[in-house]
């Protein structure tokens, strides 16, 4: 007799190529629940601008981490870790087949892999690195990331002031590189991966990216990104699509290079999240327009690989 192992499909990919359709649909076919792991989706402020998936959609299935918290919310990588684990612990009672789906690299991995650990550092480095960053710029931190940690300055997204500050806290704090803490032994997981990612050709990715911001717009964006502007300084909404709005309503770029400016560092997320997903040689990779069955018949035959 088989041993019914927990099985985790993720789904992964470059933005707007159809994962939360996706997702739903093996959802349905597996009767599982949807863990969303789209670090910017868990605020419930942010809707538009983070293509929350719409009332239909989260009816279809049920969703976890979605809008669950809120902007003013401190809510880490890690927490996020402890509780995405937890809430499976509980789903895989009720069905050992279960989905995750998001494009957010670093929040897969922690999920699938687990975690580097880093030590405590004083929270006034953080509160310093903070007002650097309002009255110098991000090419501040940057060069003082180069001078302490060569090797995190080479391969982390330095247009992201969150990850730079969160290099650069370590470093402060402990006198050691960011780099030294990671890739250490990980705990192991007591669940089976099975992970896929959708793609395109990159014309089509780009072109869809560029819809899906001009689609934001139309249902409202602009309106809800200022509503946030007076809390623009806050780690939830270093992210692009509000970034780009923020420097618009405080007069440093006009509304139409704001837009084409999120339309370009939108289109370097996905560039960048190619690039992460492709370091898994496992990954199973589709083209976004192949038909959910055929996927969910390679998805079977992966189990059935696992299971022997």
Not at 213 to 231: S, Y
Request: aromatic residues 10%; proline residues 4%.
């Amino acid at each position: 007799m088989d041993i019914i192992k927990n099985t985790l499909i993720t789904i992964v990919g470059p933005t707007a190529i159809g994962k939360t359709a996706l997702s739903i649909e093996l959802a349905k076919a597996f009767n599982a629940s949807i863990i969303s792991c789209d670090s910017r989706q868990f605020f419930k402020e942010m809707t538009i601008g983070t293509a929350v998936p719409n009332k239909a959609e989260l009816s279809a299935a049920k969703h976890y981490f979605i809008q669950n918290r809120s902007v003013f919310d401190a809510y880490n990588v890690g927490e996020f870790e402890r509780d995405a684990l937890e809430k499976l612990t509980v789903l895989f009672k009720e069905n050992p087949t279960q989905i995750m789906v998001g494009g957010s690299g670093l929040y897969v991995d922690a999920v699938l892999k687990g975690l580097d650990h880093f030590p405590e550092v004083a929270p006034q480095i953080r509160e310093a690195l903070t007002q650097r960053l309002e009255k110098e710029g991000i090419a501040s931190l940057q060069q003082q990331l180069k001078d302490l940690d060569i090797e995190t300055y080479q391969t982390i997204a330095l247009e992201n002031p969150h990850r730079v500050m969160r290099a650069l806290e370590i470093c402060i704090g402990t006198g050691i590189p960011y780099a030294v803490f990671k890739n250490k032994p990980k705990k192991p997981r007591n669940f089976q991966i099975i992970t896929i990612s959708l793609n395109a050709d990159r014309a089509i990715i780009y072109q869809r990216i560029n819809q899906r911001v001009d689609q934001m717009l139309a249902n409202g964006l602009l309106e809800e990104a200022k509503k946030l502007f007076p809390h623009r300084t806050l780690n939830a909404l270093q992210t692009v699509g509000y970034r780009e709005l923020f420097s618009f309503f405080d007069g440093s770029i006009t509304k139409e290079f704001a837009i084409s400016e999120i339309k370009k560092n939108s289109r370097r997320f996905a560039k960048r999240q190619l690039t992460w997903f492709k370091r898994d040689l496992s990954t199973l990779w589709f083209d976004y327009l192949t038909p959910t069955n055929t996927i969910i018949s390679k998805i079977a035959e992966k189990m059935n690989n696992l299971k022997n």
